[in-house]
């Protein structure tokens, strides 16, 4: 017990929990009780949970503001046999750290099941998780001020984290591989969430912005997806900066049916459509991008009105203007700052 014990506070990590705590405790899982529910059932507000490796089969609700803390993501794994959430958090300022969630329920519920999911919370941070095989890796709903960082979400048959309905999260440094059918990261009715260093490889749709506004997005890498690397569809205001979007079976970056966007300082190179597509758009702002070797157009501006483009360097690829209407032709602002081939 002794081993034990001293392992567990080597990796303990700081609670950001502000409210009152009184007599906080420590329980150890299989120890004090042999399931996690059981440990959470009988915590109070503040207490730190630590679970020893092995694969625990249970469907978790965290309806405390505890700190979980796992044996590592790689061995310390929740089996949510199938059905529901693997782990459902209804508490503020909970933390969940070094965990394995795999098998959530699969079916047609809207939104997926998630290996985790945060539903009209505040404050939660994720950090250190493995959220693969489920439905969607990570739910956040209705909540807000949530911190998802660290986490890897790999074979999800929907996508690898979806924000819904939820403002001012931060998703920092996670990685997406292989969500199957949609999207690595999808912000949906999300608004003023920062996006930052994530990667989204071998998805459906690498980013999906929808119905959303003033969301940062930066430092993101998007590379082999099936369709989009980023894509901005019915939402203004977002900015999308320093990132990489090579690769992709479609566009690197398509901005649709949106207004008021920046792209700007990042690369989209070898794509099949288009580097950097804007259609049925207007009033976007396109500069200091890098465009090369896309199979067809460089930037393609697609029954458009009144963006700018400046700046931006196409190499091996061109500039492509279409639409039904003298706007989409003539509303343009586009400088001899922008280069195709060194040419301006």
């Known amino acids: ?132 095989n489920n439905g969607n890796g990570i739910n956040v709903k209705n909540s807000k001020k949530n911190n998802i960082i660290n986490n890897t979400c790999y074979s999800n048959n929907y996508n690898g984290i979806l924000i819904y309905h939820s403002d001012l999260n931060k998703l920092e440094n996670n990685t997406y591989k292989w969500s199957i059918l949609y999207y690595g990261i999808y912000l949906n009715m999300a608004n003023s969430n920062n996006v930052i260093n994530n990667t989204c490889i071998d998805c459906s749709h690498g980013i999906m912005v929808r119905s959303s506004e003033l969301n940062h997005l930066n430092n993101n890498i998007c590379n082999s997806n099936d369709d989009m690397g980023i894509w901005i569809y019915t939402s203004n205001s977002n900015t999308i900066e320093n990132s990489i979007c090579n690769s992709n079976s479609l566009n690197g970056i398509k901005v649709e049916s949106s207004r008021s966007n920046i792209i700007a300082n990042s690369t989209c190179g070898s794509n099949y459509y288009a580097g950097i597509l804007l259609e049925n758009s207007e009033e976007n702002i396109v500069m200091n991008n890098s465009c090369e070797s896309t199979w067809l157009v460089g930037i393609s501006l697609k029954s458009s009105m009144s963006n700018t483009l400046s700046n931006n360097e196409l190499i091996s690829c061109s500039l492509y203007i279409d639409g039904d209407y003298i706007e989409h032709w003539n509303s343009h602002t586009i400088d001899t700052s922008n280069t195709v081939d060194d040419n301006k």
């Open 1 to 132: 017990m002794l081993i034990l014990i001293t392992f567990f506070y080597a990796i303990s990590f700081q609670n950001d929990f502000v409210g009152e705590v009184k007599s906080a405790k420590t329980i150890f899982v299989p120890n004090n009780y042999t399931t996690i529910q059981a440990a959470i059932d009988n915590a109070n507000p503040g207490d730190t949970i630590y679970v020893w490796a092995g694969t625990y089969y249970e469907n978790i609700v965290v309806n405390k503001t505890v700190t979980l803390i796992g044996n590592g993501s790689e061995d310390t794994i929740i089996d949510g046999g199938g059905v529901g959430d693997v782990m459902m958090i209804t508490a503020d300022w909970v933390n969940v750290r070094g965990f394995k969630l795999i098998n959530s329920g699969n079916g047609p519920s809207l939104p997926p099941y998630g290996g985790i999911e945060l539903y009209d919370v505040e404050n939660v941070t994720i950090l250190n998780n493995n959220c693969s």
